[in-house]
Nanobody, 116 residues
């Protein structure tokens, strides 16, 4: 059974940091492209960052470049999103996804709220 379980969300003040984790199981993690998406209230879901577990290449949404870092631990089948210098506009539900060929999986999401 495929599972993507996100954790690490919460309430943080502007300028603060959070690290999201996504623990994967039920598929061959090292073959997949792992991504973080987010969806804010009233807005469409958007891609934040992804990492290709084959080779380790990464890419980021422009608005998070220099503030967010995606990383992956194949031994633990876990992908992370380190988020620094958080802004109120980063407030959203953050989802972990996994893609390989025709396979596409989503996690349940974790809420991130940036507010003073």
């Amino acid at each position: 059974q495929v599972q993507l379980v996100e954790s690490g969300g919460g309430l943080v003040q502007p300028g603060g940091s959070l690290r999201l984790s996504c623990a994967a199981s039920g598929f061959t993690f090292r073959n997949f492209v792992m991504s973080w998406h987010r969806q804010a209230p009233g807005k469409e879901r958007e891609l934040v960052a992804f990492i290709n577990n084959i080779g380790g290449s990464t890419n980021y949404k422009d608005s998070v470049k220099g503030r967010f870092t995606i990383s992956s631990d194949n031994a633990k089948s876990t992908v992370y999103l380190q988020m620094n210098s958080l802004k109120p506009e980063d407030t959203a539900v953050y989802y972990c996804t996994a893609d390989y060929s025709t396979f596409h999986y989503w996690g349940q999401g974790t809420q991130v709220t940036v507010s003073s």
